[in-house]
Nanobody
Framework: QVQLVQSGGGLVQAGGSLRLSCAAPYRTFSNNAVGWFRQAPGLEREFVAVIAWRGDYTSYADSVKGRFTISRDNAKNIVSLQMNNLKPEDTAVYYC????????????????WGQGTQVTVSS
């Protein structure tokens, strides 16, 4: 079993930056693609970004493209999400997840999830 532990997040003004991290302290996830999702109140969890296990492929939701950057350090077993030029509509609980199989954009394709971290962007 892969347990994912998230850190980062918090409150920031519009235009600011935050960095989220996702670690697997008890077992490596270096062979898994890792995705980030977010869920705003009353809405479904939505895809944000994904990075392949080698780090040679990334994909982003259109809403964050050009502002967010996903990266990974397999030696440290950490995946990060750098979020720049944040907007109030980015406010949500963010989750990292280890990919199992299937579409990167579908939550059902991921079998291990982090605990979630709140990101709040004020206008």
């Amino acid at each position: 079993q892969v347990q994912l532990v998230q850190s980062g997040g918090g409150l920031v003004q519009a235009g600011g930056s935050l960095r989220l991290s996702c670690a697997a302290p008890y077992r490596t996830f270096s062979n898994n693609a890792v995705g980030w999702f977010r869920q705003a109140p009353g809405l479904e969890r939505e895809f944000v970004a994904v990075i392949a296990w080698r780090g040679d492929y990334t994909s982003y939701a259109d809403s964050v493209k050009g502002r967010f950057t996903i990266s990974r350090d397999n030696a440290k077993n950490i995946v990060s999400l750098q979020m720049n030029n944040l907007k109030p509509e980015d406010t949500a609980v963010y989750y990292c997840a280890a990919h199992r199989s299937g579409s990167y954009q579908d939550t059902s394709s991921y079998n291990y999830w982090g605990q979630g971290t709140q990101v709040t962007v004020s206008s």
